[in-house]
């Protein structure tokens, strides 16, 4: 039998971890902390954290793995980017074929415009190239501005190209690639998490 002390320790630890990292797995909370020099076994690791679960210190949800791409659509934990991607694209649209000068939408479309030719195509892109957690945020961030930026000048040289280089086809196409990226890229993830 292991003194309390040692428990309370091991507790104070992984309680430490499951804040800070937030893993989804024990396989992924095991392998932050032998990051961190620290060894355990699965079942050391299970019996702990059902006994934090029990005491009411963490919460945990169960494993859902969607059966359909409709319902992991239907999921917002996992697909909100898609619908954030929706909504933004289609305000855009609306608020440059309407051609809003009020100050209020003005500054909306100028924010709309801002993430629809500087980020979301990108990030988009960069899920559909990486459908898994392999890339931390800030790498997810960099290369989602990186790509959003060679997207929107790949499509204003092709308008341009076809003499439609006008703001509403601008936003139209821009619109468009990010929203099919966007619902690509959730079928991959989609796909990868079945796997």
């Known amino acids: 039998m292991e003194p309390e002390n040692l428990v309370n320790i091991r507790r104070e630890l992984v309680l430490a971890f499951l804040e800070k990292y937030r893993p989804s797995s024990i396989p992924e909370l095991k392998s932050r902390l032998a990051n961190e020099g620290i060894r355990a076994n699965d079942e050391d690791l299970l019996n702990t954290i059902r006994e934090l679960q029990q005491e009411g210190a963490v919460h945990l949800l169960a494993p859902v793995s969607p059966d359909s791409f409709a319902h992991y659509l239907s999921d917002t934990s996992n697909s909100w980017w898609i619908y954030a991607t929706l909504l933004v694209s289609f305000s855009e649209i609306f ?24 980020l979301l195509p990108g990030y988009a892109t960069v899920q559909i190239l990486f459908p898994g957690d392999q890339l931390n945020m800030l790498e997810q961030i960099l290369l989602s501005v990186f790509l959003s930026v060679i997207v929107s000048i790949a499509l204003g040289v092709a308008l341009g190209a076809g003499y439609f280089f006008n703001p509403l086809s601008g936003v139209l196409l821009s619109s468009l690639y990010a929203m099919a990226a966007s619902v690509l890229a959730g079928y991959r993830r989609y796909s990868a998490k079945r796997k």
């Open 95 to 118: 608020l440059v074929s309407y051609n809003v000068q009020d100050p209020f939408f003005g500054g909306f479309r100028f924010l709309f415009g801002l993430g629809l030719l500087g």
